[in-house]
C-alpha cells in the first residue's frame, strides 16, 4: 500500500544541444522528469501549469504512467515555460542558452482540495516563495522534499532559508550545496545546511553520485556511519543527454520512498539507489524518450546489478 506522492514544478519545452545531436522543442521540465520516475513506483499527481500550445501529444505521455493532471493549469492564449541548454566535453554541466518563463513566471500553484492530505511532497526546482505557498495548502504530509538551484540561492536567500525551516529535505546539485553553506568539502556543507532545518540532505554530484547526510543524533554535525552515506553514480557507457537526470533522480527516490512507506536513514538509502538507477536511463536518450519506453523490470534489474558492483 503505497503512500500519495504530488509534485509541483516546471514542465516545458527544452530545446537541447548535446556532442549527439540537437533536438527542438522537446517534452521536459522538473515535474515532468520526477513525475515520469516515480510513476514506476506509485501514482503521481502533478501540479503545473502550461500554455495553449501544449500538444495533447505531451499530455498523453504523462497520463499513460498513472500521472494524474488535475493539477495542471492551462493558460488561455498563454505560451508554455521554454529552456534551451547545451552540454560539452564530459557533459556534466548544462550551460543555460535561453530560458522564456512565459506562463511558469505568474505560476501560482493551486493544489486540488482531494489532494491537500498528500502524504509526501516534492517542491521540484521553483523560487522558494512558490514552494512554500504549496507548503501552504497541505494538511500535515509525513514527507515535504525541496530541490532548489544556485538562481534562488542568489537571488532569494531569505525565501529559501525560512522555506528550509519547513522541510525535511534538500534535493542539490554539488556547486548549489557549496554556494548555500559557503563551505567548499562536501561533506561540511551538507552538515551545515542539515544545520539550517532539514533532516536530511543530498547532494548530487553528476556521475560521481550522491552523498546523503541527515540528522539523526541529539548532536547535530557528529560525523558517524550511520548518517552518512555516499553512493557512487552508475557507471553509464551511454550518455546522451543529461537532462532530467537530477529531477529523475528525486523522482526515483520519492516514488520508492513512497511505495516503502518509511523514511528511516536505511529506506533513504535504498531510495537513493532507486534514484540513481532510474536516471541512469533517463540520460541514455534525448528528453523523456527513455523514461517512455522503460519498465519498472528493467530498473530492479540495473539495480541488481548496481549493488552487486558495490559488494566488497
Ligand atoms: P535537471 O534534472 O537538473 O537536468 O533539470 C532539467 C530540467 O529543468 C529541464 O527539463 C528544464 O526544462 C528545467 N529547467 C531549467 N531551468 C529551470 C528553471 N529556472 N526553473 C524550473 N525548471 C527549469
Known sequence: VGQSLVVV????????????????EVLGGSATYFSLAAAFFVPVRLVGVVGEDFPSEYRRVLESRCIDTAGLQIVPG????????????????????????????????????????????FLANGSPVTQAAVLDQVRKPHLVVADT??????????ALLDLLKRVDGLVLNDGEARM?????????????????GPTFVVIKKGEHGALLVSRGGPRVGSLTSELVCPLPGY??????????????????????????????????????????????????????????RLCLDEIDERLRLYRGMLEF
Open 78 to 121: 498563454g505560451r508554455t515555460f521554454r529552456w534551451s541548454g547545451s552540454y560539452h566535453g564530459a557533459m556534466n554541466e548544462a550551460k543555460t542558452e535561453d530560458v522564456q518563463l512565459n506562463v511558469f513566471g505568474d505560476f501560482r500553484p493551486v493544489i486540488p482540495e482531494a489532494w491537500r492530505d498528500t502524504h509526501l511532497v
Open 9 to 24: 514544478g516546471s514542465i516545458a519545452f527544452d530545446t537541447i544541444r548535446t556532442p549527439h545531436g540537437e533536438v527542438p
Open 235 to 292: 557507471p553509464s557507457l551511454k550518455v546522451f543527454d543529461p537532462t532530467g537526470a537530477g529531477d529523475s533522480f528525486a523522482g526515483g527516490m520519492m516514488g520508492y520512498l513512497a511505495s516503502a512507506g518509511n523514511y528511516d536513514f536505511r529506506s533513504l538509502v535504498r531510495a537513493m539507489a532507486y534514484g540513481t538507477v532510474t536516471a541512469s536511463f533517463t540520460i541514455e536518450d534525448f528528453s523523456v524518450r527513455r523514461l517512455e
Open 180 to 196: 548555500l553553506s559557503g563551505e567548499h568539502n562536501l561533506v561540511a556543507a551538507a552538515h551545515k545546511i542539515v544545520g539550517l
Open 149 to 158: 538551484m544556485n538562481l534562488w540561492i542568489d537571488t532569494q536567500r531569505e
